[in-house]
């Protein structure tokens, strides 16, 4: 943002004014004379119209937006069911098994999200693994035992999708799609997801920075989707005393900054059961609108991610503790 001013003078002046509310400024000088200032990235968000209220500032220059779309959405909430995600909700509970393991195991793991007050059931059908001998997931066999598990206990239902040629059957399976890590920058794939007009669930990339995730979801603004909740889940570290590196800043900076509904992913981040609930507490009060946990009816037994799964009893207490809430009763997704 470039500020102009009317005389010179006005230059000490005005970038006091502007510091006042929060914006840090650059003088630019033709010889000895400021003739605007440079407000710097890393301010607060003002509006232009504020700006140029005040005396001695002659205009306001505004670089285009590169993600108006996204911007757009600053201050709303997205819609998913029968719940809204974002500012001045409640915050919320999505929980479920890494992976869709049988119709018993999704059955046990929906009825543990909803004692618990959750509101969403996750769960995965098509499962990116980095080794090709790991479990990958049942498929659309999974995707109908997760929808079932879902209208069973009055939970919508959130899964990712790996394919542009899977995105029309999970659509019909789901009420918030999702793009994982690994594929938060596939393009074709966000054009395709985008184009069911669903909600989605954009989780940020395990090495991208904060305006890189921002123009993923504008990608999937542009094709068509009605929403877009962004999900932290951490980042790669060196450090391997933890699965992956919480960056709670960055969830900051969305929630109060950029004002958009995100949420937080503790076991991937953790990637150890023992640190998700004061990661969880932190990230709500770091100004989440909600938490994704893994939860397994028997985490010892699961198929994959183990190690990060939470209980029921311990899902129970998790949310017991952070005060998430369910949706409204009688409500169905």
Same mark, same amino acid.
């Given at each position: 943002?470039?500020?102009?001013?009317?005389?010179?003078?006005?230059?000490?002046?005005?970038?006091?004014? $502007?510091?006042?509310?929060?914006?840090?400024?650059?003088?630019?000088?033709?010889?000895?004379?400021?003739?605007?200032?440079?407000?710097?990235?890393?301010?607060?968000?003002?509006?232009?119209?504020?700006?140029?209220?005040?005396?001695?500032?002659?205009?306001?220059?505004?670089?285009?937006?590169? #993600?108006?779309?996204?911007?757009?959405? &600053?201050?709303?909430?997205?819609?998913?069911?029968?719940?809204?995600?974002?500012? !001045?909700?409640?915050?919320?509970? +999505?929980?479920?098994?890494?992976?869709?393991?049988?119709?018993?195991?999704?059955? &046990?793991?929906?009825? %543990?999200?909803?004692?618990?007050?959750?509101?969403?059931?996750?769960?995965?059908?098509? *499962?990116?693994?980095?080794?090709?001998?790991?479990?990958?997931?049942?498929?659309?066999?999974?995707?109908?035992?997760?929808?079932? %598990?879902?209208? =069973?206990?009055?939970? =919508?239902? @959130?899964?990712?999708?790996?394919?542009?040629? /899977? @995105?029309?059957?999970?659509?019909?399976?789901? /009420?918030?799609?999702?793009?994982?890590?690994?594929?938060?920058?596939?393009?074709?794939?966000?054009?395709?997801?985008?184009?069911?007009? *669903?909600?989605?669930?954009?989780?940020? !990339?395990?090495?991208?920075?904060?305006?890189?995730?921002?123009?993923?979801?504008?990608?999937?603004?542009?094709?068509?989707?009605?929403?877009?909740?962004?999900?932290?889940?951490?980042?790669?570290?060196?450090?391997?005393?933890?699965?992956?590196?919480?960056?709670?800043? &960055?969830?900051?900076?969305?929630? #109060?900054?950029?004002?958009?509904?995100?949420?937080?992913?503790?076991?991937?981040?953790?990637?150890?059961? /023992?640190? +998700? =609930?004061?990661?969880?507490? =932190? &990230?709500?009060?770091?100004?989440?609108?909600?938490? +994704?946990?893994?939860? #397994?009816?028997?985490?010892?037994?699961?198929?994959? /991610? !183990?190690?990060?799964?939470?209980?029921?009893?311990?899902?129970?207490? $998790?949310?017991? #503790?952070?005060? @998430?809430?369910?949706?409204? *009763?009688?409500?169905?997704?």
């Amino acid at each position: 943002m470039l500020v102009t001013l009317n005389d010179p003078r006005d230059a000490q002046r005005v970038a006091a004014r $502007l510091q006042a509310l929060g914006l840090w400024t650059e003088p630019l000088t033709h010889g000895s004379a400021t003739r605007a200032l440079l407000v710097r990235a890393d301010s607060a968000h003002v509006s232009a119209e504020l700006i140029e209220a005040i005396d001695g500032v002659a205009a306001v220059l505004m670089p285009p937006r590169i #993600h108006p779309r996204v911007d757009a959405l &600053a201050g709303t909430c997205v819609t998913v069911g029968p719940l809204t995600i974002g500012a !001045g909700a409640l915050p919320v509970l +999505i929980a479920g098994p890494c992976s869709v393991e049988s119709v018993a195991q999704i059955d &046990a793991a929906a009825r %543990a999200v909803k004692a618990a007050g959750g509101s969403v059931l996750r769960g995965g059908a098509f *499962k990116p693994r980095s080794s090709p001998y790991s479990f990958s997931g049942h498929g659309r066999d999974a995707l109908d035992w997760l929808y079932d %598990a879902g209208q =069973a206990n009055g939970l =919508a239902v @959130v899964t990712e999708v790996l394919s542009e040629r /899977d @995105v029309e059957v999970v659509a019909a399976r789901a /009420d918030m799609l999702q793009v994982g890590s690994r594929n938060m920058q596939a393009f074709a794939l966000l054009k395709a997801v985008g184009s069911a007009g *669903k909600p989605v669930m954009l989780k940020r !990339g395990m090495a991208a920075t904060v305006e890189e995730w921002l123009l993923a979801a504008e990608h999937l603004l542009l094709a068509g989707a009605s929403g877009v909740v962004f999900c932290e889940r951490g980042l790669r570290s060196f450090d391997p005393s933890t699965r992956n590196l919480l960056d709670l800043g &960055a969830v900051a900076l969305l929630a #109060h900054v950029h004002r958009l509904p995100v949420v937080v992913d503790p076991s991937h981040a953790a990637g150890r059961r /023992d640190l +998700i =609930a004061p990661l969880a507490r =932190a &990230a709500l009060a770091a100004g989440a609108h909600g938490l +994704i946990v893994e939860c #397994h009816p028997e985490p010892g037994r699961a198929a994959s /991610d !183990g190690p990060q799964a939470l209980d029921p009893d311990a899902l129970a207490d $998790l949310a017991r #503790h952070c005060e @998430v809430y369910p949706a409204p *009763k009688g409500s169905a997704p």
